[in-house]
């Protein structure tokens, strides 16, 4: 769509809305310090509709274009232009969806932390810079927020986090800020290279294969893809649960996102199946180290890596592992969130995250083992739930591509998540005494639950609805 | 779209509806919703010809089984392993059964993801164990919907046999059935025995795979009496007595599944007569009582039955003097007492299993470990680098106390040397003023002839 040529002035509008789109939250966070808390659930609220509504605008345009997008020049030196660009396109339109539920629905469900307002602050300011960076169709400015969101992460661990808070914020700062340094410096070995920044530009160019290696190392940090996921385990257990869900949910979902889209457009400079094997490696080795966890947050961390490895695989094939790779991070944002929501309230109940201390909790509320049976089938992988068409999709690339040893493979995880997550659920719904909690009330921060619910269950009975829109990501 | 499976799928689903409503005091809403999402899975199974979806059909069944045997019996410990056991078996399974749907060329993932669903001997270790469950959710999985598809796959689509070595598979699967007529004939439980029969009769529909009709054929008799005869065992059950007119429907039902076998293959008809021997010894497993009431409930496995006897007059009965073994396998089996002792010959399976599971957990503390030690080294390798920038720190410390602050101090003095030079007259403090005076003139003067 042409900038100046557009009679319907929609480019004018779409500018106004994609820049919205991201400064809401941060507009959100400088009017929640003005009142109390009815007027900061006001203005969560607010922003959640008026984000929604953006969204709702952008599909149809999406779904019949393909692509809504703005360009304007923001700086230059020499001949490299660096350009305010956003857009919408397949690749980025739900996940845009997940933030905005995500993000608004973790602030909503901390709406009982202390000091609330700071809290909310930095919560918006790190929506907004997630925004940005699915919006961003200029590396420079993907990078600008890729490196903005890393900071309220940072600042909301170490101050709302649990014992060992300053420990877990540091080692996630070392070791994002560490990938950073390298998608900087292979950025600017792109840009100095002569390759423009801007989307287009940047995905038709063959990259250096030291550019892709270098871009790839950086965002296999945020995913993370075994060995360089040593950071996240420890960030979820000490995290306050809200920030789980917006690290679980959003963060790992933009080194996935800057993979896909930044590093590994149009594949070529590494063999298919050096990414396979790696991705191969982090999904066992997360899976393993997950069957022998004890503390749940902990559990959920390791399956979310275990479960991100198809992002590396997926990218690694064309059409359909593609596919399913996007796919799943729209799906596994939502099944980690609701997983993390769920066991953050049991935490809030019972003072405890240990499976061994809440055995047979499950066998009084009813509710409560509900959500616990839905929430881990998602996570399985059980038909029904989008998790299953992500995972095919990713199996069904592999098995077209390369043949049917690595689908084999990879398919043997199906049997391996399924067996961590039924001797976790085992031992909460059966044997030993369930500790004295504060009673399980109906919490407002389950609605966070039902909706990450409805949505895996809706994309996984009705998949077209994702599937006719990724169908395009890659051309 | 016709579907045999289907329909009889329906019509099973259908009667143990029926007799679940009686069968269960309460908890009825559970099974109706297991009994329409299993039946649902069947149908996406059977319908479509989208591997994706037919995937979600295959592993859906397994999902919903998971349910209904977990909570069958009210969620204990037992029944959860029970559940979990069919569950993991039958994911192992759908790994091979789906890197052969994605993977065009290679179909022995259909045969051993089936094998695996189907519970043909050495895999059946898993359905004898699943038999926890409540009778009716039994009927339903043994009959047509869950370990049926394992075996329907493949008479559904012949072209996943192509390049297969047919001849072998089928000796296999005669092999297998022999063994768990065995397995049948040595269980002491009644339900486990009838389980290992489902596994014997099952593999006799694999070894006819190659002649798809035929295999269908009996894979659908199978399933109408299989389910009549769980039926008929949980009336049984439940009052610990064989009633008349169950007995004679059991008898019925027994000999119309006899007459199924069409095969006269050596490996076969021992099978088939060992399973027809143990049916027939059931009559034996529990007290005779003439005074016995089942009436109740009686009409549906009876409507069961009947659709059976109709299924197998579909294709009509060749008659074969080899015929005659199974038949006599019944009467021997009539008279025969309910053995004493029980002998599970898939023992070393289950400890194979327990033993796989050992080395899983091994496998994790292992893996934990790993992740330990490599937290340690990724702090070593950050507290290197944090030690380097302290050291640089202090190397700068030192070099701004020991070399600038110095050099800079001396500097500031030679300057104050140079601009207040020590004057003649000594360091008073008039004098200084005067010098003072004068250099301040001097620059004044400077500054405004120059500027």
């Given at each position: 769509m042409g900038f100046f040529s557009d009679p319907l002035h929609l480019c004018d509008m779409a500018l106004f809305l994609l820049t919205l789109l991201w400064t809401a939250p941060l507009l959100g966070a400088g009017l929640i310090l003005l009142g109390g808390r009815r007027w900061a659930l006001t203005v969560l609220i607010s922003a959640t509709l008026g984000e929604t509504l953006i969204w709702l605008w952008l599909y149809p345009q999406v779904k019949a274009q393909n692509l809504v997008s703005i360009a304007v020049p923001w700086f230059s030196w020499g001949q490299q232009t660096v350009f305010y660009a956003l857009g919408a396109s397949p690749e980025n339109l739900w996940l845009l969806l997940l933030a905005i539920l995500l993000g608004n629905g973790a602030i909503f469900y901390g709406f009982d932390v202390p000091r609330l307002r700071p809290f909310m602050a930095l919560m918006f300011v790190s929506l907004s810079a997630v925004m940005g960076a699915f919006l961003a169709r200029d590396v420079v400015l993907f990078f600008v927020f890729y490196e903005a969101s890393l900071v309220p992460a940072f600042v909301l661990i170490y101050l709302w986090g649990g014992r060992r808070r300053a420990e877990a914020a540091i080692r996630f700062a070392l070791f994002t800020l560490s990938g950073s340094v390298l998608v900087l410096v292979g950025l600017l070995l792109g840009l100095y290279g002569g390759y423009g920044s801007v989307w287009e530009a940047w995905r038709a160019s063959q990259l250096p294969r030291a550019v892709v290696l270098l871009l790839t190392l950086g965002f296999a940090v945020k995913l993370p893809i075994v060995p360089l996921h040593s950071w996240l385990g420890e960030a979820h257990v000490e995290a306050a649960t809200p920030i789980s869900i917006v690290l679980a949910g959003l963060l790992l979902k933009l080194g996935g996102y800057g993979l896909l889209t930044?590093?590994?457009?149009?594949?070529?400079?590494?063999?298919p199946l050096f990414l396979i094997g790696w991705g191969l490696l982090s999904l066992f080795y997360a899976t393993l180290v997950a069957g022998g966890q004890t503390d749940l947050k902990r559990l959920i961390a390791f399956t979310s890596i275990s479960h991100m490895a198809y992002v590396p695989l997926g990218g690694a094939l064309p059409k359909y592992g593609l596919m399913g790779a996007y796919h799943q991070l729209f799906t596994h944002g939502l099944v980690s969130a609701g997983l993390f929501a769920w066991v953050g309230l049991l935490e809030k109940n019972y003072q405890t995250r240990n499976l061994r201390l809440l055995t047979g909790i499950l066998q009084t509320h009813p509710r409560w083992n509900l959500y616990a049976i839905l929430l881990f089938m998602a996570a399985i992988g059980v038909p029904g739930f989008g998790l299953f068409i992500s995972e095919l999709l990713v199996l069904w690339g592999l098995g077209t591509s390369v043949g049917w040893v690595y689908t084999g493979l990879a398919a043997t995880n199906l049997l391996l998540s399924a067996l961590y997550f039924l001797r976790a659920y085992q031992k909460l719904l059966t044997g030993g005494f369930p500790p004295q909690g504060a009673g399980l009330f109906l919490a407002p921060q389950e609605a966070l639950i039902w909706v990450c619910l409805l949505l895996s269950i809706l994309s996984g009975l009705y998949p077209q609805l994702w599937l006719s829109l990724l169908a395009h990501v890659g051309s | 779209m016709e579907e045999p499976l289907l329909q009889a799928a329906c019509f099973i689903v259908g009667s143990v509806s029926a007799y679940s409503a009686f069968y269960f005091g309460r908890g009825l809403g559970l099974y109706a919703a297991g009994y329409a999402l299993i039946l649902g899975a069947v149908a996406l199974f059977t319908l479509s010809g989208h591997p994706i979806v037919r995937f979600a059909g295959w592993e859906g069944v397994s999902a919903v089984a998971w349910v209904l045997i977990a909570y069958g019996r009210g969620a204990t410990h037992r029944s959860l392993e029970a559940a979990f056991i069919g569950f993991t078996i039958n994911r192992l399974g759908d790994a091979f059964w789906v890197a052969s749907l994605l993977s065009?060329?290679?179909?022995w993932g259909f045969i051993l993801g089936g094998w695996v669903k189907a519970a043909l001997?050495?895999?059946s270790f898993w359905l004898v164990q699943v038999m926890y469950a409540p009778i009716p959710v039994s009927a339903l999985l043994h009959s047509a919907l869950l370990v049926a598809l394992g075996i329907y796959g493949p008479i559904q689509n012949p072209g996943w046999l192509e390049g297969l070595p047919l001849d072998n598979i089928r000796w296999a699967a005669e092999a297998a059935a022999l063994a768990s007529a065995i397995g049948a004939l040595l269980s002491r439980v009644p339900k486990s025995a009838l389980a290992w029969t489902t596994s014997a009769h099952l593999a006799l529909s694999a070894a006819e795979w190659s002649n798809p009709p035929l295999a269908q054929h009996t894979l659908l008799v199978h399933a109408y009496l299989k389910a009549a005869l769980f039926l008929l065992l949980g009336l049984a059950q439940k009052s610990l007595r064989w009633s008349p007119p169950l007995r004679a429907a059991w008898l019925i039902a027994i000999g119309f599944l006899t007459l199924s076998s069409t095969s006269a293959a050596p490996l076969s008809l021992a099978a088939e007569t060992i399973t027809a021997f143990t049916l027939a010894r059931f009559w034996r497993a529990y007290p005779y009582d003439v005074k016995a009431k089942s009436l109740g409930l009686l009409p549906f496995p009876l409507i069961l039955i009947g659709l059976g006897i109709f299924q197998l007059s579909q294709k009509g009965f060749a008659w074969q003097w080899e015929s005659l073994l199974p038949l006599v396998g019944i009467s021997a089996g009539l008279i025969t007492p309910w053995p004493k002792r029980r002998y599970r010959i898939d023992a070393p399976l289950l400890g194979f299993f327990a033993q796989l599971e050992q080395v899983w957990s091994l496998l994790t503390r292992r893996a934990q470990k790993a992740e330990a030690g490599l937290l340690i080294l990724y702090d070593k390798v950050f507290m290197s680098g944090l030690r380097g920038m302290r050291r640089l720190a202090w190397g700068e410390y030192q070099l701004i106390e020991g070399v600038w602050r110095p050099a800079l101090g001396r500097l500031r003095h030679l300057l104050a040397l140079w601009v207040y030079p020590p004057p003649p007259w000594g360091r008073t403090y008039q004098g200084a003023l005067q010098w003072a005076f004068l250099v301040t003139l001097f620059i004044f003067v400077i500054w405004r002839y120059f500027f």
């Open positions: 930044w590093s590994w457009p149009y594949f070529s400079a590494f063999s | 065009p060329g290679w179909n001997f050495p895999l």
